[in-house]
Structures are given as C-alpha cells and as structure tokens.
C-alpha cells in the first residue's frame, strides 16, 4: 500500500510504502499556529519507507519535553508537511490534510486537550489525552 501526499502548491511530494502506525488530533499551542486556529492532525510513519521529493524549509525548536523538534514547510507555499523529533529519528510525522487522500488517515486519539480553546470541536468518541501521549514507537 502505497500513501502519496503534497504541498498546496506540489513543490514538496510524498510517499509511504507503509501505511500510517498511528494518526492523532493534536492541540497544543504549537499546531495552533500551523493549523490556523484549529488544531493539527498528523500520522506517524516509518522513516526507512518514506520519501520526500522537493526542497523544504526546516524551523527547529525545543518542545516542553525538552526534545529539539525539526518542523519542515514548503518555502514556495507555506504548507507544513512534516514534524520529527531528534530522539526519535525512525519516525517521521505528516500533516494530513497534505495527503492526496486524507480519508486514508483517520484519527485514534486527541492529544494536548489542555491546551485547547474553549469551542473547539474535540470529538466525544476518541481518546482523550491532556498533554503529550507515550511515543507512538
Ligand atoms: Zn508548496
Ligand atoms: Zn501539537
């Protein structure tokens, strides 16, 4: 099975050969500014079978954890496609509104509830997590 995916402008492609291990709804105050007010959703995948073709622009920062997070974006359209974390080097996470078909990835949990605004919609039937979920793998 193979997932493909893009930026808004098709600069920057995508390809699993696996599909995702895990997809989660994210809130915390850092996919706020990505997702636009809304928060973020995004699956993990195996690094070893994901390929990006396409140059992006990597922002790096320090998460609460204390991990050092690498955000990649398109620097033609702005689209954030991907996130990892240097302690965990074999995954690598995936927008998924960059997938050609997001209906492939559907969420199992919401993560970083507490940081949430008051009207978001955070769907009843998922698992809830307050902040940071155990690593997917
Ligand atoms: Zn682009
Ligand atoms: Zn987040």
């Known amino acids: 099975m193979t997932i493909t995916g893009r930026c808004f402008c098709g600069a920057v492609r995508w390809e699993s050969l696996e599909p995702p291990i ?38 790096a920062s320090i998460a609460d954890s204390g991990n050092r997070m690498h955000r990649q974006f398109c620097p033609a359209c702005g689209t954030p496609l991907f996130s990892t974390a240097e302690v965990r080097p074999h995954l690598i996470f995936a927008r998924v509104g960059t997938f050609d078909d997001p209906s492939l990835a559907k969420p199992a949990m919401t993560i970083w509830t507490s940081s949430a605004p008051y009207w978001a919609c955070i769907d009843p039937d998922l698992p809830k997590v307050e902040k940071q979920p155990p690593p997917a793998a």
């Open 22 to 59: 895990v997809t989660r709804w994210c809130w915390c105050r850092e996919c706020q500014y990505l997702g636009a007010g809304s928060g973020t959703v995004n699956s993990a995948f195996r690094t070893a079978s994901f390929k990006i073709t396409g140059k992006t622009t990597d922002w």
